[in-house]
Each structure stands twice: as C-alpha cells, then as structure tokens.
C-alpha cells in the first residue's frame, strides 16, 4: 500500500526557493519510481520530474531541469523536490506520485499513487 504526503509548501518571493518533501508511509518506497506534477489554476496538471527506484536517474519536464532538483532518500522513505530561482508561474499545486517505473509517470501511463497536493505560491 502505498500513501503519499507532501510537506513544505507556501508562499515565497521570486528568486527564492522551497524543498518540497514526500514521505510514504507504505513497506514498500524503495521498490517504486516516484515523481512530481503541478497543476496551476486552470491548467491541465504537468510532469515535473522523475526518479528511478533505486538507481536514482532523473528526468525533467524541459522548463524545471535548469532550477529544480528531485532526490530520494530510501531509508526515510521520502522523495524531495528541490527548487530555486522560483518564479510566479511556478505557481501550483504540487502533487508527489509513485508507479512502478518512470515511464509510466512520465506518459501516465499505467498506475499511479497520488498524493493530495501542496500548494506553493511564488509572488512577484
């Protein structure tokens, strides 16, 4: 079973920066790919970034690869996101999802454990 919550949110001026953390509570992190979408207001959500189970490559949508960085830590069973240089239209609703590979967050294609979202706020 897998159960996700995202921590450390809020609210942060331009050029800032926020680490994002989100801890499973389930036996089984290490065994799974995990990631991060964003959905801003009255746009479709969007991948952000990817982790491989155990090896840790990474992936990025194109705009996040320059200032944000996704890590994992298997023991604490938690993946961060950590972003810097925040601008407004990082503005979202920032969601942590697992799946059994990073393909499948990536395209969505297949089954993925969602958390229920942290908000950040990048004002200008």
């Known amino acids: 079973q897998v159960q996700l919550v995202e921590s450390g949110g809020g609210l942060v001026q331009a050029g800032g920066s926020l680490r994002l953390s989100c801890a499973d509570s389930g036996r089984a992190f290490s065994n799974y790919a995990m990631g991060w979408f964003r959905q801003a207001p009255g746009k479709e959500r969007e991948f952000v970034a990817a982790?491989?189970?155990?090896?840790?490559?990474?992936y990025y949508q194109d705009s996040a690869e320059a200032r944000f960085t996704i890590s994992r830590d298997n023991a604490k069973n938690t993946v961060y996101l950590q972003m810097i240089s925040l601008k407004p239209e990082d503005t979202a609703v920032y969601y942590c999802v697992a799946a059994s590979t990073t393909i499948v967050i990536r395209y969505q294609s297949g089954k993925l454990y969602w958390g229920q979202g942290t908000q950040v706020t990048v004002s200008s």
């Open positions: 982790i491989t189970a155990t090896d840790s490559n990474t």
